[in-house]
Antibody, heavy 128, light 108 residues
């Protein structure tokens, strides 16, 4: 069974840090680009970051650039999101999602796929 | 950044009726890299349509997608009670990838 399981969410104070993990099973993890998508309470979906299957290419939304770092360990079938300098507006459910194709050229994503695998999400609350 | 605007905000229909959801982009979506997702309360989104018109694995054929350029449509031909959900469009042709604000479908 294809599965993504997020962990690491919780309550953190503004300015603090948190690391999310996403454990994958049931598919060839290294063949998939992986992404983080978040959803603030009662709001819509927001793409956060994506990493290529090899881990060599990463991209971020402007809202998190310089504060969040996406990474992966293909030997452990695990995706990570290191979140620093957290703000109240980062409060959301964070989903990891997989996409079969992401091709980059010259630092630009030239071809990608839709998110066809999703985890159940982990809640991050930034509050004092 | 490509802004996606979905309409209507809420759609209230009876079982068996046809639902038509719109997604309009602020600029052309390259290669029709447009997807539709269904999200039920407390659940993760589920991919319904990719490439504007291709159904994802296991999606019933009452769901169909159409459109190109800046105007896209998701049609649910015969609504069933389990189709009650929020539907999001997403473009993945130009970074940053963006989502519409969602259309809520209510079944009377």
């Amino acid at each position: 069974e294809v599965q993504l399981l997020e962990s690491g969410g919780g309550l953190v104070q503004p300015g603090g840090s948190l690391r999310l993990s996403c454990a994958a099973s049931g598919f060839t993890f290294s063949s998939y680009a992986m992404s983080w998508v978040r959803q603030a309470p009662g709001k819509g979906l927001e793409w956060v970051s994506v990493i290529s299957g090899s881990g060599g290419s990463t991209y971020y939304a402007d809202s998190v650039k310089g504060r969040f770092t996406i990474s992966r360990d293909n030997s452990k079938n695990t995706l990570y999101l290191q979140m620093n300098s957290l703000r109240a507006e980062d409060t959301a459910v964070y989903y990891c999602a997989g996409l079969r194709i992401m091709i980059t050229f010259g630092g630009v994503i030239v071809k990608a796929d839709a998110f066809d695998i999703w985890g159940q999400g982990t809640m991050v609350t930034v509050s004092s | 950044e490509i802004v996606l605007t979905q309409s209507p905000g809420t759609l209230s229909l009876s079982p068996g009726e046809r639902a038509t959801l719109s997604c309009r982009a602020s600029q052309s979506v390259s290669s029709s890299y447009l997807a539709w997702y269904q999200q039920k309360p407390g659940q993760a989104p589920r991919l319904l349509i990719y490439g504007a018109s291709s159904r994802a694995t296991g999606i019933p054929d009452r769901f169909s997608g159409s459109g190109s350029g800046t105007d896209f449509i998701l049609t649910i031909s015969r609504l069933e009670p389990e189709d009650s959900a929020v539907y999001y469009c997403q473009q993945y042709g130009s970074s940053p990838w963006t989502f519409g604000q969602g259309t809520k479908v209510e079944i009377k």
